[in-house]
């Protein structure tokens, strides 16, 4: 495989556009909604917070902001791109909030050979409880994009992903004491939900926020010069191998099973990015997170039907039941291409002012960002069955039907979809890493 890649990337013939966009098009097919086929891919119990508890949620909201500069999102809005002193600032910034919260943190220093040189990265990986045997991640990129010249080069990247960092952050602060009430219970041998539930199931599941350093490229976007965090994370733990008291170990079945790694314990990596501004168009496009992605949808309207969050004028809706397949090219692509099941909450299209000066604090919307948090939290919560209170609640459902349409011609103009990747990766397979190595700072 990476013989072909070589072949190609030293200068062999370069297929036309025109069979790039046949790929591209195959890859991108559009599926309409089918409920039962979502259940299937649905392997674990999800709990639906009562109306009174999401109202409760809510209202435990930090005091509002007067501006997006206020809470964590001022410390980030800088350029930050990787291996600048600013990039550090931030990086240590982030490691304050997590060590105060009492979170688990470890970094992952790497040097990472890039078209301007050898650039050192830092993914940022935090976790509630390190011993539990299995965890949902939610991730985002801290890096801001590296331009050689002003003004350019004071890029800020406010959507990119400066806000879902800071909505990672806000979502952390506001889940410990929830997640401190549950462990207290689960110690103490006391229920957290209701009897039909399958408790344990959730009593073993953690989260980890995972920020990932050098998703940027540094010239054009390509497999090697993009995602140098991710690249080197999921190729990390793919390698990480499990301790034989791991409960994936215990119940293994059969002696000649591969080793379970850390990549085992992963049971959905969501990533965030291009998100903060007031207009956003999330789609699906994993079969296996169609069901999250369906929550998300349910979340969002049930906070519209209860009018507890703002949505400004000519605003469109934020989700799609509409799926896409063939994707984004983002930090989730190791992983995915590893058997890690992915939600990938990017808007699509992008931001207009991606990649530009304008992605600045002025594109960001309190309103946005007030309405992501309380998502992000209610869907965490009904994930992790935290409740507000310990008072057992009723299981609700919401219906609704919202429709999309976005011409194959829309989606094919936008600029990061991974038409080359996806030719790589379906011609020659992921991945080409051996530009990463590991930075030995035992000596
Ligand atoms: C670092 O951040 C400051 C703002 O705090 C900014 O003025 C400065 O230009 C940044 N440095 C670089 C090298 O981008
Ligand atoms: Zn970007």
Redesign the pocket.
Known sequence: MIKFRHSFSSGKKIPSFQLLCLVYLIFLTIVTSHQEAENVYQKRDYYTLSNTDIKTLVELDPPQWDSVTDGHLGKLL????SG???NT?VQNYISSVFTNLGWHEEKTPFRGTTPIGEIDFTNLIYTYDPDAPRKIILAAHFDSKWFPDFPA??FIGATDSAAPVAMILHLAEFLTPLLNNRKERILSGLGILKNDFDEEEIAETTIQIVLFDGEEAFKDWTATDSIYGARHLAELWSKTYLKSTHPLNKNKKRKFEPEPTILNTIDHLILLDLLGNKHSMIYSYFRETDWLHSKLIKIDQNLKNQNLIEIEKDENEWFSKIKLRGGIGDDHLPFLHRGVSILHIISNPFPSVWHTLGDDSTILSLPALRRWNRILRIFTCEYLGLTPNLIISTTTTTTNRLQSKKTIDELVSLKKIILTDLYDIILFGWTDDSNLRIVDDNK
Not at 78 to 81: G, L, M, N, Q, V
């Open positions: 800088i350029p930050r791109a600048s002193e600013n600032l080069n004071q």
